[in-house]
């Protein structure tokens, strides 16, 4: 029996919310799998179906529509209470400011800000009821550092890190944790394709720490969780960029214009 009895996953077709879906199936937790291709997501179901729980359903979803979630949630709940929401939908655009089209900042919202804000809104007062639940929210650790390429990813995943440490202390009273996750660079098709657009000064930046995996980056992640964590940096050398970054600021500053 899992400790997690029922688990919501949105963008959980491919990478890190995929690996997440395989290690709750092999616990045994009841999956809702959430994106918005539908052949990519049927896929994903059947490998997870593998892992272990029979019960994993898919749904259809635009995660940055409110009025779609708030029906997709509703249709999960009466299946019984949300347990854990896992919030790992995203895309990763990147290049100069200048080049890029103006529609990719508000994509990089909707996709990596507003695809966890409805689902956590979704299911926050039904967790505030229970007295208890999760909400697990994939932000990145280029939502502390704003660096050269990222004009349109940094600023939707700081605003996403800030909500979340809002709404954890918001919901802590009520028994309702929230886990901040903030990986750097982990092995998925996300990072495959931002790779082909990133400026070349971000990859000498970045250049030097080898990705981790998406298994990994699940595993830590959902440790985490269940130990009640409210911050988690996946990765050894991600762990210590977030802690240099958090104590000298001023000097990952002067490191990063050095190093361009
Ligand atoms: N990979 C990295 O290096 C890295 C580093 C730091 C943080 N992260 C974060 O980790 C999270 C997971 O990323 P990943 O690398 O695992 O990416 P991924 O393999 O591309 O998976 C992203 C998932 O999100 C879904 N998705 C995207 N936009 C959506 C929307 N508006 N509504 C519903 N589903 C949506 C995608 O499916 P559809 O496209 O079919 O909707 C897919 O299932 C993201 O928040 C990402 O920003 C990743």
Same mark, same amino acid.
């Given at each position: ?70 029906? $997709? ?7 019984? &209470? ?36 409805? *689902? ?20 990145? $650790? ?12 940094? &600023? ?14 918001? $919901? ?38 080898? *990705? ?49």
């Amino acid at each position: 029996m899992s400790d997690f009895a029922h688990a919501v996953i949105i963008g959980g077709s491919s990478g890190i919310g995929l690996e997440i879906a395989r290690l709750l199936a092999a616990a045994g937790t009841d999956i809702l799998l959430v994106a918005r291709n539908g052949d990519r997501l049927r896929d994903a179901a059947e490998a997870v179906r593998r892992c272990g729980t029979a019960n994993v359903d898919i749904a259809v979803c635009d995660a940055s529509d409110p009025d779609a979630v708030s029906a $997709l949630v509703e249709t999960a709940r009466r299946r019984g &209470p949300i347990d854990l929401l896992v919030c790992s939908a995203g895309s990763a655009a990147a290049g100069y400011f200048d080049a890029m089209a103006p529609r990719s900042f508000s994509d990089s919202m909707a996709n990596n800000y507003a695809s966890a804000l409805w *689902p956590a809104l979704a299911v926050a007062r039904q967790m505030k009821m229970r007295g208890r639940g999760t909400i697990a929210v994939i932000s990145s $650790l280029a939502g502390e550092r704003g660096l050269i390429g990222y004009t349109a990813y940094a &600023p939707a995943k700081a605003a996403l890190s800030r909500f979340a440490e809002a709404l954890a202390h918001e $919901l802590k009273p009520h028994g309702v944790r929230i886990c901040l996750a903030m990986p750097g660079d982990v092995e998925t098709p996300l990072l495959a394709e931002e790779i082909k657009t990133r400026p070349p000064e971000t990859t000498k930046i970045t250049g030097g720490s080898k *990705p981790i995996s998406a298994a990994q980056a699940a595993r830590e992640i959902l440790a985490a969780a269940r130990k009640g964590r409210r911050v988690v940096v996946p990765g050894r050398s991600s762990r210590w960029l977030y802690r240099i970054n958090r104590a000298a600021p001023w000097l990952v500053a002067w490191a990063i214009d050095r190093l361009r």
